[in-house]
């Protein structure tokens, strides 16, 4: 199990409250708001409850900690558990783990969630998620064994047995464990997120949205239901405005800057996005999708001398990486040196078998620069490489109507038009002008 997938897991557990669905701006205003009732009620352990759970989510683990630990010291009897459970959380939350060491540091948060004879079940989950983030994958087994001896049909065990699953990274398993805890319990968040993130891991996109929203309208307040929302949703306005609200939410954030960098990058706002990718490198410098990010929003903004600072960081980061290669190369022709430019498009179109743009932008840049039969030897690769995509088509045309070939680049330009991939308005213009 990944770092990021046993985060994933620590963070997807909350006790929910089901709230009206919020925007980013309101979010803010109920954090400001929860902060005022706290301190207009300091007696007020249900007040300190909300707040500290708010914070957590807001990933400013000190802050939950504090207010959490104010808020049990207030409490008593199942209060009290509830508090200190959620306490134990903001400590697994952190993500502060070191598989190195024998046991979880967040044991003894969880060990002190029982008080007498209350919270042994919650403890035990407690126990179970901080070795689950260990990925010590049967010792949280056998917790969740006596969690449920200790109080049968307790949810919360229910939902670690789901996060075993996942963590075990079998996807059809989880997602029909997760859809029976959600007819158990439709009225629980947690489930429908579980349910709709691991229909993303396997690749079931269109069927991930309607779990997500379902898990957002019951806890509108949790940034991760709005997260994987916009990571579900097709790239638009809602997905946009979805993954800035769960920016607000929680601001350190990659995986979500990350995403907020990709759609602005979509609606042509470079600018947005490369302060986007900038904030998730801050948190998570070596994260290659949001250095690959930032060469592209570069890219767009032609800086070319910035770009190519970026997809450098970004090869060294991974170097088979062809979107990196790619932007490395736009960033080479757009600064004149079209030799190491074609190169680079020629390395990443070797990477991505699937992906005709490494050899098509070669042939552009070569054109551009006044080469024009060095750029149909990589139009005709492409087009043997790419038969069914018009683009290859359009490409050879353009490199054979800049060598005088006017009858082959007319049929090409007709065989572009029977293909997807093209705009075949642009297409058709380039067929009527030729004479």
Not at 56 to 80: D, I, M, P, S
Request: proline share 4%; net charge positive; hydrophobic share 45%.
């Amino acid at each position: 199990m990944s770092k990021s997938r046993a985060l994933l897991l620590a963070a997807l557990v909350s006790l929910p409250v089901a709230a009206p669905l919020a925007t980013a701006h309101a979010q803010e205003t109920r954090l400001s708001a929860l902060e005022a009732e706290a301190k207009a009620k300091p007696k007020d352990a249900g007040a300190a409850f909300a707040l500290g759970r708010a914070y957590r989510r807001a990933g400013k683990w000190a802050a939950a900690k504090t207010e959490l630990a104010r808020g049990a010291a207030l409490a008593t009897g199942e209060e009290q558990v509830k508090l200190r459970y959620e306490l134990a959380l903001s400590e697994i939350d952190q993500g502060i783990v070191n598989t190195s060491l024998p046991k979880p540091p967040s044991l003894a948060a969880c060990a002190n969630v029982k008080i007498g004879k209350l919270g042994e079940a919650l403890s035990r989950v407690c126990a179970a998620k901080a070795w689950l983030g260990m990925e010590r994958i049967s010792i949280a087994e056998d917790e969740l064994t006596a969690a449920e001896k200790a109080e049968p049909g307790l949810y919360e065990v229910k939902l670690g047995r789901l996060e075993v699953t996942v963590a075990k990274q079998t996807h059809d398993a989880a997602i029909v464990e997760a859809k029976a805890l959600t007819s158990a319990t439709p009225g629980r968040a947690e489930a429908w997120l579980y349910l709709g993130t691991e229909l993303l891991a396997a690749g079931k996109r269109a069927d991930a949205v309607a779990p997500l929203k379902k898990a957002r309208e019951l806890d509108a307040d949790w940034p991760e239901a709005a997260h994987h929302l916009c990571r579900a949703l097709p790239d638009g306005v809602e997905a946009r405005d979805l993954a800035r609200t769960a920016v607000a939410m929680r601001g350190a954030w990659p995986a979500a800057q990350v995403r907020l960098g990709e759609l602005e990058l979509g609606f042509g706002t470079p600018e947005a996005g490369q302060k986007a990718f900038e904030a998730a490198l801050k948190g998570a410098p070596k994260l290659v999708a949001a250095q690959v990010g930032l060469a592209w929003s570069l890219v767009k903004q032609k800086k070319w001398d910035d770009a190519k600072k970026a997809s450098s960081k970004a090869i060294e980061l991974a170097a088979n990486n062809a979107s990196a290669r790619l932007a490395h190369a736009e960033a080479l022709a757009g600064g004149g040196d079209v030799e190491n430019a074609v190169e680079e498009f020629k390395f990443a179109a070797g990477l991505d078998s699937k992906d005709p743009t490494g050899l098509l932008r070669a042939s552009q840049v070569l054109l551009g620069a006044k080469e024009p039969m060095k750029a149909l030897g990589h139009a005709e690769a492409a087009v043997k490489a790419f038969p069914e995509d018009g683009r290859t088509y359009e490409v050879r045309a353009d490199a054979e109507l800049a060598t005088g070939d006017k009858k082959a680049a007319k049929d090409d330009y007709k065989k572009a038009l029977t293909k997807p991939n093209v705009d075949k308005v642009a297409v058709q213009k380039k067929l009527d002008a030729i004479k």
